[in-house]
């Protein structure tokens, strides 16, 4: 018997709900000879610097060590490259005075020195995510997915007279429209399935809105209909799917419990912004893993806080503020619960990692088609540096990238490390911000 073919644009449907399909193996027959996935690119931003002591490994090349602050990245390790000695120049003062933490992210993925201003006119430079998402946007449903946890203001003045536009946005559409993030995981989940966005009729949903059905129960009968016709790996790697996007909607839910509820559509969403940080982090991690599963997106980007964050950490003991932490003056307390922040960040990032690595599409997993970058546009807080910046790329690129190294490069612009993984993504771009050529290290 034949097996059956499915394309890769599946989506069980049903009362205005959509839900994309995982990776299966009929897919790969609908697909020819050549089943592995596409490759896809994401960045992860931390605000106020680390501390460089527990995150620079001692040796370099496939000999080195984790540091404390990385030890929950050995799962990944062969999968990992730390990249030693990369810069953003442009967010230097340059003339303009203080201001390092708007200029540090806005120039993150840019390359570029924002113009100094809390009015209308700011202007910085097109990101690197955007630059991809022009090119490969149109293959998928979202072009590009922005999101984090933390609220940002797009106006007013946030940092020593850099508009508040600049420490919450890390990704630019043009020189002067940033993409501002979403923080809402229920808002990311209904954009991602259907949920009680604007798909489907009036009637179907004011239907599931009164009964406040899963989303998934309006599209069993298609899922049954695909299970009936697909072999046994794939049916179990449905229900296992399936499971995770209940699951999700389940904390999405409880994150609504003490809003108030209506029947009437006509009343915007409850927020589903869950009070607990490292939950809020773990929801939106796992709202990216299942778009990047479906297929839904190839890019995106994730910012921990806004630059300049001065959120506390009561359940890591750190009841100070993050960003008075980070000027430390050598107080060796102030370095202690600096580090407890750092670990906490790669500890849910590593998390989110392992997931896209035990997730599957042909011989390759998720995280063997990805470029990951995670780091900051200050290396230590205390001293507002932009050189030598902490930066992690996890993933292979498809096979493209020689991961499990520690790689201390020549000094050169971060920005050349962006022009390597935009031509590993076959997206054209000849220079972006203040890049000098490509990273030479990555294979």
Same mark, same amino acid.
């Given at each position: 018997?034949?097996?059956?073919?499915?394309?890769?644009?599946?989506?069980?449907?049903?009362?205005?709900?959509?839900?994309?399909?995982?990776?299966?193996?009929?897919?790969?027959?609908?697909?020819?000879?050549?089943?592995?996935?596409?490759?896809?690119?994401?960045?992860?931003?931390?605000?106020?610097?680390?501390?460089?002591?527990?995150?620079?490994?001692?040796?370099?090349?496939?000999?080195?060590?984790?540091?404390?602050?990385?030890?929950?990245?050995?799962?990944?390790?062969?999968?990992?490259?730390?990249?030693?000695?990369?810069?953003?120049?442009?967010?230097?003062?340059?003339?303009?005075?203080?201001?390092?933490?708007?200029?540090?992210?806005?120039?993150?993925?840019?390359?570029?020195?924002?113009?100094?201003?809390?009015?209308?006119?700011?202007?910085?430079?097109?990101?690197?995510?955007?630059?991809?998402?022009?090119?490969?946007?149109?293959?998928?449903?979202?072009?590009?997915?922005?999101?984090?946890?933390?609220?940002?203001?797009?106006?007013?003045?946030?940092?020593?007279?850099?508009?508040?536009?600049?420490?919450?946005?890390?990704?630019? &559409?043009?020189?002067?429209? %940033?993409?501002?993030?979403?923080?809402?995981? #229920? +808002?990311? *989940? /209904?954009? @991602?399935?259907?949920?009680?966005?604007?798909?489907?009729?009036?009637?179907?949903?004011?239907?599931?809105?009164?009964?406040?059905?899963?989303?998934?129960?309006?599209?069993?009968?298609?899922?049954?209909?695909?299970?009936?016709?697909?072999?046994?790996?794939?049916?179990?790697?449905?229900?296992?799917?399936?499971?995770?996007?209940?699951?999700?909607?389940?904390?999405?839910?409880?994150?609504?419990?003490?809003?108030?509820?209506?029947?009437?559509?006509?009343?915007? &969403?409850?927020?589903?912004? %869950?009070?607990?940080?490292?939950?809020?982090? #773990? +929801?939106? *991690? /796992?709202? @990216?893993?299942?778009?990047?599963?479906?297929?839904?997106?190839?890019?995106?980007?994730?910012?921990?806080?806004?630059?300049?964050?001065?959120?506390?950490?009561?359940?890591?003991?750190?009841?100070?503020?993050?960003?008075?932490?980070?000027?430390?003056?050598?107080?060796?307390?102030?370095?202690?619960?600096?580090?407890?922040?750092?670990?906490?960040?790669?500890?849910?990032?590593?998390?989110?990692?392992?997931?896209?690595?035990?997730?599957?599409?042909?011989?390759?997993?998720?995280?063997?088609?990805?470029?990951?970058?995670?780091?900051?546009?200050?290396?230590?807080? /205390?001293?507002?540096?932009?050189?030598?910046?902490?930066?992690?790329?996890?993933?292979?690129?498809?096979?493209?990238?020689?991961?499990?190294?520690?790689?201390?490069?020549?000094?050169?612009?971060?920005?050349?490390?962006?022009?390597?993984?935009?031509?590993?993504?076959?997206?054209?771009?000849?220079?972006?911000?203040?890049?000098?050529?490509?990273?030479?290290?990555?294979?």
């Amino acid at each position: 018997m034949s097996r059956p073919k499915i394309s890769r644009r599946a989506l069980l449907c049903g009362a205005g709900a959509a839900v994309a399909l995982p990776w299966m193996e009929a897919m790969a027959v609908a697909r020819g000879p050549s089943p592995e996935g596409p490759r896809r690119m994401a960045f992860f931003y931390v605000p106020n610097g680390v501390h460089m002591k527990d995150w620079r490994p001692e040796k370099e090349g496939r000999d080195f060590d984790l540091p404390w602050i990385l030890e929950p990245l050995a799962p990944v390790k062969g999968e990992l490259l730390v990249l030693s000695n990369l810069a953003q120049d442009n967010a230097r003062a340059h003339g303009d005075g203080p201001g390092d933490h708007a200029r540090s992210l806005s120039c993150f993925l840019t390359g570029v020195h924002p113009r100094k201003t809390d009015g209308a006119n700011i202007e910085a430079g097109v990101s690197v995510d955007q630059v991809a998402a022009r090119h490969l946007g149109a293959a998928t449903r979202i072009p590009s997915l922005e999101l984090g946890v933390e609220r940002g203001g797009q106006s007013g003045n946030c940092d020593s007279g850099y508009s508040c536009a600049y420490s919450s946005n890390i990704s630019w &559409r043009t020189p002067t429209t %940033p993409s501002a993030k979403e923080i809402n995981p #229920r +808002l990311v *989940f /209904d954009r @991602l399935f259907g949920g009680l966005s604007a798909t489907g009729s009036a009637d179907e949903r004011r239907r599931r809105s009164l009964y406040e059905r899963s989303i998934l129960d309006f599209v069993l009968e298609d899922a049954q209909s695909l299970r009936n016709r697909i072999g046994q790996s794939d049916r179990r790697k449905l229900d296992e799917y399936l499971t995770a996007v209940r699951e999700i909607e389940n904390r999405v839910a409880r994150a609504d419990e003490d809003a108030p509820r209506t029947a009437d559509v006509a009343t915007p &969403r409850p927020s589903g912004v %869950p009070k607990d940080y490292a939950e809020h982090v #773990r +929801l939106m *991690f /796992d709202l @990216l893993v299942l778009a990047f599963q479906t297929d839904t997106t190839r890019i995106a980007t994730f910012m921990f806080a806004n630059e300049g964050s001065t959120r506390p950490y009561p359940f890591l003991d750190v009841p100070e503020g993050h960003h008075d932490l980070s000027h430390h003056g050598g107080d060796p307390n102030k370095h202690e619960k600096i580090r407890k922040i750092n670990r906490f960040h790669v500890e849910e990032f590593a998390r989110m990692l392992r997931l896209l690595k035990e997730s599957k599409e042909g011989e390759r997993s998720i995280l063997d088609n990805s470029m990951i970058v995670y780091g900051s546009g200050i290396s230590d807080g /205390d001293r507002h540096n932009h050189d030598d910046l902490p930066v992690l790329m996890v993933g292979k690129g498809g096979g493209s990238i020689e991961t499990g190294r520690h790689v201390a490069c020549s000094p050169q612009p971060l920005n050349n490390l962006y022009l390597s993984m935009l031509d590993r993504m076959d997206v054209p771009c000849d220079r972006l911000g203040d890049s000098t050529g490509r990273l030479e290290k990555l294979s």
